[in-house]
């Protein structure tokens, strides 16, 4: 069974029942829930990024160099990265998808900021997106950092576990992300993007509360893990 870990923050790897290794919003150097390193990830196959914020994007590139994953994200950080000598890249934009050897993925909509880390030139400027990973009879969506869409309308029926951020300030707070689970009807919601920054500190048992019966909430320590089944 594939297993999903939670690194802090909003970065997670998976391992699929085929032995892929996923990364996803790779930030190592910096994150304080994590003291895994870049040089600590062993056999990465790809990398997917949900936008270029510094946050979730600082590690893609030195990640994908050492490694030679294959980095996924918008057309515009693909292009960026190949810039930076990346030559797998595979460029995507807001609801495309594509049948990976490992499973299908779709990029959906975000509400957020567009800047690329580490890019001087200011060329690169472009949309924020979320992830729908659809790996064996689980169905992953890794929102990124987001305000609440009417959007998400639209992914009910088509999410198992939903990974949303609580963290308010630069992204949805626990009340929008309740009604963002109204909206989605997941199964179970793991909350993210919290507790990293003083202005993100969040209570993860309030956000339950909140919650209430529309989903089991699952609170992922950093470095803990949950099978998708």
Same mark, same amino acid.
């Given at each position: 069974m594939a297993t999903l870990t939670y %690194?802090? %923050?909003?970065?997670? &790897?998976? =391992?699929?029942d085929d032995d892929v290794h996923i990364v996803?919003?790779?930030?190592? !150097?910096?994150n304080p829930h994590t003291e895994l390193t870049v040089d600590d990830l062993e056999d990465v196959d790809y990398i997917f990024c949900t936008h270029g914020h510094e946050d979730h994007f600082a590690d893609a590139i030195p990640l994908a160099r050492k490694s030679g994953a294959t980095l996924v994200s918008t057309f515009e950080i693909a292009m960026f990265a190949g810039?930076?000598?990346?030559?797998?890249v595979h460029p995507m934009h807001i609801g495309g998808a594509f049948q990976f050897p490992f499973g299908r993925v779709?990029? &959906?909509a975000a509400? %957020?900021?567009?800047q690329v880390h580490g890019d001087e030139s200011g060329r690169w400027t $472009?949309?924020?997106?979320? #992830?729908? #990973?659809?790996?064996g009879r689980s169905r992953l969506y890794h929102a990124g950092d987001t305000a609440l869409l009417n959007d998400m309308r639209l992914l009910d029926g088509e999410v198992d576990i939903a990974l949303l951020p609580i963290g308010d300030n630069f992204t949805m707070g626990p009340d929008d992300?309740?009604?963002?689970?109204e909206f989605i009807n997941p199964r179970v919601v793991v909350p993210i993007h919290y507790? $990293?920054?003083?202005?993100? !500190?969040?209570? $993860?048992?309030?956000? =339950? =509360?909140k919650v209430g019966n529309r989903a089991r909430v699952k609170i992922m320590a950093p470095g803990s893990e949950m099978e998708l089944g």
């Open positions: %690194h802090g %923050h909003s970065t997670f &790897t998976i =391992r699929t996803i919003d790779p930030w190592f !150097e910096g810039e930076q000598g990346i030559e797998n779709k990029m &959906t509400l %957020h900021g567009g $472009t949309v924020p997106a979320g #992830f729908l #990973f659809q790996i992300a309740v009604r963002a689970l507790d $990293t920054f003083p202005l993100i !500190e969040q209570d $993860t048992q309030e956000f =339950r =509360r």
